[in-house]
């Protein structure tokens, strides 16, 4: 990330001056396009050069395409997938006149877009029609006749005997840290906790706590990751919107532990609901005294701001995150410099998921022991939501106890598959998870027990491929998947997920060993998870559907 | 200082001095693209992997840092066939081979890569001639960020930004309508560190056939 250009924003944001992403996004909002008077307009107010802020304006999806009086954005994310394939698309771009996507009818009545992924996996197809998010059988029909209607969302449950994530805020976790624990106990408190990351890599988050409580800066902050972009997930989302106090009181926590007074929640723009949540809790909670100056009485201030992304799966990448809280180009860095060390605006900065985040007001409310005690049969600590896409008899988010087995999961939890369908495989925590085959549905759901079978838990999302799934179909939605979303920074995975995709998209056989040269080049050279990852899908088609990839 | 060896040649390097920098120091040979000394590391070619000992997988030598008492080889075989893989991906995307002057026909013909394996999409042809002294041709820009961070880090103009994503990503100067609409002060420092001549001066022959 360009340093002066960091240097810029972070002049900029101390006399209060949007972002040129936020200023951008008014302006499409405004008036369904943009133009170089919004551009310049938006690099005036925000400071960032009028280059720079054209190359922020061809890189979100939600700047490109152009917006009619309605704007109508169909869900290609997996679950809708494979629930209906390629239909969504092109039955609502014939109901619509004609439009393929990134079109606007010729009246400017209604436009067309791609969306990946609306969060509404429980009930595919997803059409989103401006704000509102319709889901089901006959959405698409709805959405071209104009009668739309907002989709319900099931409610979610626990498995454990007191549920810890599904169950409101109480802010207790922020009062007993400020009035008994202190800093340097609740820093203890968390890494002793060994919560690990729930946004895919499953790093320690008291270790990253500590890293920035060491590091050196005038100023510190916390950004939540909410930018939970895996299609098959709606984990963030159920958190964002229903408990966003708990999210809220983690940070404030984060916060007081690392010494920083400021955190930045950075939501999906794919979700229109989870910013007003936040918001609206926010407000509560500095009325309250939670948040704000001199929270409880004490001498620790913190508060946030809550901003929205613009349409990249990237940006769930950290520091591709920071990138667009700044309003750059959603574009990854290489690391070192660790956001502990430069984070937003140059500080050192905390970015943890939005689930960690939400783990953490239990740790410091009932102590390490008692977080390590929620799943008993391992030694991995604490408790996880899963998600379970339509496919399921009984899709939404569960709160469950590591170490059960996948086939617990499905079949118990979530009831097994609709209509007497069979499993043929399960995608487990987003498209850079492997994929598990039917006869490995016993494999514990487990840090290490999936990384043995080329899996992983990733964000806790299981997506269920039915018997009528072809893989090789499935191969192909998942690179055109990676990429469209590469953020086009390193050459592998710039390129190579693009000739990967082509490789699957020709009516011609694939070559296995060119095919193989790639994906390791893909896994030991890209610059991020996201070409890094890609591969470990293919790998697992590869490992356990040859047959059906026409392979040579 | 560090204590490092590269290829069993041992060097000290500064704190804080990355691999590719010990490797000039011992006088072995990285192939790189997007890295160019005047400017801080960015990487995003790829093509600089490197063995570590101890490491399980190659690592980028431009963007990581030496730590005391490394063992780094140059051309263990899996760090190699990334770089090349990488240079084969790279001649994939232009539509006709790179010029053998460039950087990028020299580090290729290095790895011993004389052509792509990969057919498929390629960048467009589209070739800015508005500027005087300045060609900008945007389908033999392979997205290393060179030109960008030289306008940035060296001249301080800003005149240059990314453009697009993934495979579409490309370059271009101010909001998209040539060098001379923008902040660009024509001090060719981009053309001067451009791999592939997507942008280029235009020689004083060129200059007098155009006018």
């Known amino acids: 990330m360009s340093r002066n250009l960091v240097e810029l924003i972070r002049r900029h944001h101390a006399v209060d001056a949007p972002t040129a992403l936020e200023l951008l996004k008014?302006?499409?909002?405004?008036?369904?396009?943009?133009?170089?008077?919004?551009?310049?307009?938006?690099?005036?107010?925000?400071?960032?050069?009028e280059a720079a802020v054209y190359g922020v304006s061809t890189f979100y999806d939600d700047l490109l395409a152009p917006r009619g009086r309605r704007h109508v954005r169909v869900c290609t994310g997996t679950a809708c997938f494979v629930a209906a394939g390629e239909r969504p698309v092109e039955e609502l771009g014939a109901g619509l006149g004609g439009l393929a996507p990134g079109e606007r009818s010729a009246d400017g009545s209604v436009s067309l877009a791609e969306t990946v992924c609306l969060g509404f996996c429980h009930s595919s197809p997803a059409v989103r029609v401006d704000d509102e998010v319709d889901a089901g059988p006959g959405a698409i029909e709805r959405a071209i006749a104009g009668e739309s209607r907002p989709a319900a969302e099931p409610a979610w449950s626990s498995l454990l005997p007191e549920p810890v994530l599904t169950r409101p805020g109480e802010w207790a976790g922020l009062r007993r840290a400020l009035t008994e624990l202190g800093r340097e106990r609740l820093l203890s408190e968390v890494e002793a906790a060994e919560v690990r990351g729930r946004g895919g890599a499953?790093?320690?988050?008291?270790?990253?706590?500590?890293?920035?409580?060491?590091?050196?800066?005038?100023?510190?902050?916390?950004?939540?990751?909410?930018?939970?972009?895996?299609?098959?997930?709606?984990?963030?989302?159920?958190?964002?919107?229903?408990?966003?106090?708990?999210?809220?009181?983690?940070?404030?926590l984060a916060g007081f532990a690392v010494g920083a007074g400021h955190g930045f929640v950075l939501c999906r723009s794919e979700y229109p609901?989870?910013?007003?949540?936040?918001?609206?809790?926010?407000?509560?909670?500095?009325?309250?005294?939670?948040?704000?100056?001199?929270?409880?009485?004490?001498?620790f201030d913190f508060d946030v701001t809550i901003i929205e992304g613009a349409g990249s799966y990237v940006v769930g990448e950290e520091t591709a995150l920071l990138a667009c809280v700044e309003g750059l180009r959603g574009t990854v860095s290489a690391r070192p410099p660790f956001p502990a060390e430069r984070g937003v605006y140059g500080m050192p900065t905390v970015v943890n998921n939005v689930e960690t985040l939400s783990n953490i007001p239990f740790v410091a409310a009932r102590g390490a022991d008692a977080?390590?005690?929620?799943?008993p049969d391992t030694e991995t600590a604490g408790s996880k939501l899963v998600c379970f896409n339509e496919r399921f008899a009984r899709p939404s988010v569960y709160?469950?106890?590591?170490?059960?087995?996948?086939?617990?999961?499905?079949?118990?939890?979530?009831?097994?598959?609709?209509?007497?369908?069979?499993?043929?495989?399960?995608?487990?925590?987003?498209?850079?998870?492997?994929?598990?085959?039917?006869?490995?549905?016993?494999?514990?759901?487990?840090?290490?027990?999936?990384?043995?079978?080329?899996?992983?838990?990733?964000?806790?999302?299981?997506?269920?491929?039915?018997?009528?799934?072809?893989?090789?179909?499935?191969?192909?939605?998942?690179?055109?998947?990676?990429a469209d979303e590469s953020c086009g920074k390193c050459f592998p995975c710039r390129i190579?997920?693009?000739?990967?995709?082509?490789?699957?998209?020709?009516?011609?056989?694939?070559?296995?060993?060119?095919?193989e040269e790639l994906l390791e080049a893909l896994e030991l050279g890209s610059l991020c998870a996201h070409g890094g990852g890609i591969p470990a899908p293919l790998r697992s088609l590869l490992t356990h559907f040859p047959d059906e990839l026409g392979l040579r | 200082m560090s204590r490092v060896t590269v290829d069993g040649t041992p060097v000290e390097v500064a704190p804080g001095a990355t691999i590719l920098e010990a490797a000039e120091a011992a006088d072995r040979w990285v192939p790189t693209v997007c890295f160019d000394e005047r400017q801080a590391p960015?990487?995003?070619?790829?093509?600089?992997?490197?063995?570590?000992?101890?490491?399980p997988k190659p690592v980028p030598a431009c963007t990581t840092p030496c730590r005391d008492g490394m063992e780094i080889r140059t051309e263990e075989a899996t760090a190699r066939r990334v770089s090349r893989a990488v240079v084969e991906l790279v001649l994939s995307e232009l539509p006709e081979p790179p010029a053998p002057h460039t950087e990028l026909a020299q580090v290729a013909a290095r790895l011993g890569v004389s052509g792509s394996r990969w057919s498929g999409a390629v960048h467009a042809r589209e070739d800015d001639l508005r500027h005087p002294y300045l060609t900008l041709r945007h389908e033999l820009c392979i997205s290393c960020g060179r030109c960008v961070r030289a306008c940035d880090e060296v001249q301080g103009a800003f005149a240059l930004t990314a453009t697009g994503r993934g495979f579409d990503a490309n370059i271009?100067?101010?909001?998209?309508?040539?060098?001379?609409?923008?902040?660009?002060?024509?001090?060719g420092a981009c053309a001067d560190t451009c791999p592939t001549d997507a942008i280029s001066e235009v020689g004083l022959v060129a200059q007098l056939e155009r006018s």
Request: glycine share 12%; hydrophobic share 40%.
């Open chain 2, 172 to 187: 271009t100067a101010g909001l998209d309508a040539g060098f001379e609409d923008s902040t660009c002060v024509s001090c």
């Open chain 1, 371 to 375: 977080y390590r005690a929620l799943s």
């Open chain 1, 399 to 482: 709160e469950v106890p590591f170490g059960m087995t996948v086939r617990e999961l499905c079949e118990d939890v979530a009831g097994g598959l609709r209509d007497g369908a069979r499993i043929k495989a399960v995608q487990i925590g987003g498209p850079l998870g492997g994929i598990l085959p039917a006869s490995l549905l016993d494999t514990r759901f487990d840090f290490d027990p999936l990384a043995a079978v080329g899996c992983m838990v990733g964000h806790g999302s299981i997506l269920a491929f039915d018997e009528s799934a072809d893989m090789r179909d499935v191969a192909r939605h998942l690179l055109r998947f990676g």
């Open chain 1, 496 to 515: 190579g997920l693009r000739r990967a995709y082509e490789e699957f998209a020709a009516d011609a056989p694939v070559q296995r060993g060119r095919l």
């Open chain 1, 26 to 49: 008014e302006a499409i909002e405004d008036h369904g396009e943009l133009t170089d008077a919004d551009r310049r307009h938006a690099a005036e107010v925000s400071g960032l050069p």
């Open chain 2, 42 to 55: 960015f990487g995003a070619c790829r093509v600089c992997m490197v063995s570590v000992a101890g490491s």
């Open chain 1, 273 to 299: 609901a989870s910013k007003p949540a936040l918001e609206r809790a926010a407000a509560r909670a500095r009325e309250a005294g939670l948040l704000g100056a001199g929270i409880l009485g004490s001498d």
């Open chain 1, 202 to 252: 499953g790093f320690p988050a008291g270790v990253k706590w500590s890293f920035v409580a060491k590091a050196a800066g005038s100023e510190k902050f916390v950004v939540a990751n909410g930018d939970e972009g895996d299609p098959g997930s709606y984990i963030d989302k159920y958190l964002m919107e229903q408990t966003p106090e708990k999210l809220l009181e983690g940070m404030a």
